[in-house]
């Protein structure tokens, strides 16, 4: 089990900062979870209920183990009834979770930062 207080390396980053000048080099993972079993699936794999969460909102939830210890953190954006990003530092822990349920569930994810960038131009 990964947990951010036992990375060695993560722990120094973080007290470089807190104590002197220093940068985490973290770039959080995007994942969209689509599907007409979303919302369960979703209020399966995390604390917060989501139930009334409107679209267009997000909300910050943890993950939890098979112990109750928080294992990752996120915050969930709401983009239609049956369309979520989750947004995640762990990716790798998140999509091997997500492995144990989600063939129980009719949903499907994929990870937006590796898709190809998208053209938000207007022209």
């Known amino acids: 089990m990964f947990y951010l207080y036992q ?12 104590t002197t000048v ?5 770039t959080h993972r995007l994942f969209e979870v689509t599907g007409p079993d979303a919302l369960k699936f979703l209020n399966k794999m995390y604390l917060s209920n989501l139930d009334n969460l409107a679209v267009g909102r997000a909300r910050y939830t943890p993950m939890l ?6 294992c990752d953190d996120v915050i969930i954006f709401r983009l239609a009834e049956d369309t979520f990003w989750v947004s995640t530092l762990y990716g790798k822990d998140l999509v091997r979770r ?6 129980a569930y009719d949903v499907a994810y994929v990870d937006r930062i590796k898709e190809p960038a998208m053209d938000l131009s207007t022209g």
Do not use: C, K, M, P
């Not at 997500?98 to 063939?103: A, P």
């Open 22 to 26: 220093g940068w985490y080099d973290f």
């Open 98 to 103: 997500y492995g144990w349920y989600i063939d």
């Open 65 to 70: 183990d098979e112990d109750g210890w928080i």
């Open 7 to 18: 990375d060695e390396s993560l722990r120094t980053q973080h007290n470089a900062v807190r």
